[in-house]
């Protein structure tokens, strides 16, 4: 099995930065390849949100728009682990995190192109 493990998360006032970590282990990788690992947020009463990707084997990344230019997604491909920096937080920020790998060629801004997830990581950011 595959398990996807996000922590990092937490609260923080307006302003401040975060850093989340997702790491990826089990049985994984003599069975498929991860393409793409990518997060996402969900906040209370709204769709799962697109936040940031990035290609397993390259730099190259993806980010939504209330994100850029606040939020860097970056790899360490050898530890099978992803991490989000995140700058400038604001209150809208607030959300449960996931962490999704994709292992197959699929439009990586969306949900359902993604095969694995964990369980989420609360962030809070106060006002």
């Known amino acids: 099995q595959v398990q996807v493990v996000e922590s990092g998360g937490g609260s923080v006032q307006a302003g401040g930065s975060l850093r989340l970590s997702c790491a990826a282990s089990g049985r994984t990788f003599s069975t498929f390849r991860i393409a793409a690992m990518a997060w996402f947020r969900q906040a209370p009463g709204k769709e799962r949100e697109f936040i940031a990707t990035?290609?397993?084997?390259?730099?190259?990344?993806y980010y939504g728009d209330s994100v850029t230019g606040r939020f860097t997604i970056s790899r360490d491909s050898a530890k099978n682990t992803m991490y989000l920096q995140m700058n400038s937080l604001k209150p809208e920020d607030t959300a449960v995190y996931y962490c999704a790998l994709n292992t197959r060629p699929a439009n990586l801004l969306i949900r359902s192109s993604y095969d694995y997830w964990g369980q989420g990581t609360q962030v809070t950011v106060s006002s």
């Open positions: 990035i290609r397993y084997n390259s730099d190259i990344t």
